[in-house]
């Protein structure tokens, strides 16, 4: 979320970064800005009749201590007045809240604001390649598709998942599954090596989570929802790591707070249709492993490279080819202020594709989140800088696999570091 604040005494400014996201005004200030001079105009007379309905109150038992009659017509009138005050600052209260939670509304449809070093751009054309890795495995022969190669394996069953789901739905069987399990457990390891805490959180999740970290009120419709309760299904273990900590107030010396945790991940992916219809990337459900950290606004642009290092190491480990892009103002995911996307090799289509999408989102979800932190020695408290990337998406990383570890005969190769978890090394 952003700062009131900042917005009512820098609006130009902040009308200005909001339409680098788009290059046009799509983000009005106007709406929150003429509330919120409403606002304050009432809350302004609403003071001044307090303070007068106050006044009053004195001046009555005044009046009857020095003599004048309770009942008499000098008591009367003012009781009449601070009855009619009280009656009108009952009016204003409800508009208040009105105002106030329409302003909130507002401010929960905004995105974050881009960095100042972010690209400029308007959509994802003009991301700003920032190097390579990986070019020396790239494959020497012609590959199959990583979803033919597995049916052919015998290790994915997508027509028999359809029928117990719907289209989206994905089964793997035998030496596919525990390449699965085996990818989460590698990722997992590298992650707790490299000095972040494991959590296992709910997968079911409350809409104030989702509001913290800005899936709601904006994208409901990507999310699915539970009928009869208030829990959604999680579309990342980004947004129950972050929430550990919503309404709270830290100490500097905890932080950075680094987490990893494997989830079961769920999207409905809205306006994604006739798009990646076949094999891994585009699912409904799918297993990732992420990483979040909770950090100083002073130390939150390096942990922010630390994060994209953290992420590759990976990629590099299992030596497959990727290219790191950086994201411009016009592909900034809405609660990124800055982005790095990893772009795995996939042989068969001759692309790369996102695997890793590593945000740096400043103070916005420690805003919406209320999760702040206070210094020694220093009076009040600041917020959180949030930071988020996989580490990385499952699905995509076996897809990859199963391309880029083609052999001539058809089979597949297990990566180096994988195969003491598979106990083999060919599928």
Not at 54 to 67: A, S, T
Not at 306 to 311: I, K, M, Q
Not at 333 to 356: H, M, Q
């Amino acid at each position: 979320m952003l700062d009131l604040k900042q917005i009512r005494e820098n609006s130009e400014q902040i009308q200005e970064r909001l339409n680098r996201r788009s290059g046009s005004n799509e983000y009005d200030l106007s709406p929150i800005l003429d509330r919120d001079r409403a606002s304050r105009e009432l809350e302004v007379t609403r003071t001044q009749l307090q303070a007068r309905s106050n006044e009053i109150g004195k001046l009555i038992g005044q009046k009857i201590k020095g003599g004048s009659d309770p009942k008499g017509e000098e008591v009367k009138a003012l009781k009449e007045e601070g009855n009619e005050l009280k009656t009108k600052l009952s009016e204003l209260e409800p508009q208040e809240k009105a105002l106030k939670a329409q302003i909130e509304a507002l401010l929960l449809q905004l995105p974050n604001l881009p960095s100042d070093s972010t690209p400029l751009g308007k959509n994802e054309t003009e991301n700003v390649e920032v190097r390579r890795w990986g070019d020396e495995y790239l494959p020497k022969i012609e590959v199959l598709p990583h979803w033919e190669v597995a049916e052919r394996l015998g290790i994915l069953e997508v027509e028999r998942a359809v029928k117990i789901a719907q289209s989206r739905f994905i089964a793997l069987m035998g030496a596919g599954a525990a390449l699965e399990r085996a990818l989460i457990n590698f990722m997992l390891d590298r992650q707790i090596e490299a000095g972040y805490l494991e959590a296992i959180p709910p997968v079911l999740i409350n809409s104030a989570s989702l509001q913290g970290t800005g899936q709601l009120p904006k994208f409901a419709e990507e999310s699915f929802k539970c009928s009869e309760d208030d829990l959604w299904l999680a579309p990342t273990a980004e947004v129950p790591l972050t929430n550990l900590y919503r309404e709270e107030i830290l100490e500097a010396e905890q932080l950075p707070i680094k987490h990893c945790a494997y989830t079961p991940c769920f999207r409905r992916e809205a306006g994604s249709y006739g798009k990646d219809t076949r094999g891994l990337i585009r699912l409904h459900q799918f297993n990732k492993v992420e990483l979040v950290k909770i950090v100083h606004p002073e130390t939150s642009e390096a942990e922010h490279q630390s994060l994209v290092n953290d992420a590759e190491a990976i990629l590099q480990a299992l030596k497959l080819p990727y290219r790191v892009l950086e994201l411009c103002t016009g592909d900034l995911g809405f609660g990124a202020n800055k982005c790095y996307d990893l772009e795995v090799w996939l042989p068969s289509s001759g692309t790369y594709r996102e695997i890793s999408s590593c945000s740096n989102c400043g103070d916005f979800q420690g805003r919406r989140g209320n999760i702040r932190f206070k210094e020694k020695g220093k009076k009040g408290t600041q917020y959180v800088h949030t930071l988020n990337g996989s580490g990385l998406a499952i699905g995509r990383t076996m897809a990859a696999i199963l391309e880029n570890y083609q052999q001539p005969d058809g089979t597949v190769k297990i990566p180096d570091v994988l195969q003491s978890y598979l106990k083999r090394d060919i599928l």
